[in-house]
Nanobody, 115 residues
Framework: LQLVESGGGLVQPGGSLRLSCATS????????TGWHRQAPGKEREAVAC????????NYADSVRGRFTMSRDTAKNVVYLQMNSLKPEDTAVYYC?????????WGQGTQVTVSS
């Protein structure tokens, strides 16, 4: 399974971005997927995840109510809609997919929130 993120960039505080994670090589419905992020000098942290069935989605407390994770199984793409962005959301965002013992990561996309 290959994952490629896109959609990162520079945005002002209060702005929005939508990250995409295109998957190929298998069917997205077989995998639980999610997003992590890593800010400079900090440990990687979980942001959001969605179950393989798509019926369950969870968010970190720091982003709940501002970020929305979704997926399009027809296109095999996972999304992270980020609203009301704050400077502390600045990080490299990574998508992942997990099935059993196997976990796959994308290469990451930079999100910078700054005025």
């Amino acid at each position: 399974l290959q994952l490629v993120e896109s959609g990162g960039g520079l945005v002002q505080p209060g702005g929005s971005l939508r990250l995409s994670c295109a998957t190929s090589g298998s069917t997205l419905e077989e995998y639980a997927t999610g997003w992590h992020r890593q800010a400079p000098g900090k440990e990687r942290e979980a942001v959001a995840c969605i179950s393989s069935s798509g019926r369950s989605t969870n968010y970190a407390d720091s982003v709940r109510g501002r970020f929305t994770m979704s997926r399009d199984t027809a296109k095999n793409v996972v999304y992270l809609q980020m609203n009301s962005l704050k400077p502390e959301d600045t990080a490299v965002y990574y998508c992942y997919a997990v099935k059993g013992w196997n976990i796959y990561w994308g290469q990451g996309t930079q999100v910078t929130v700054s005025s």
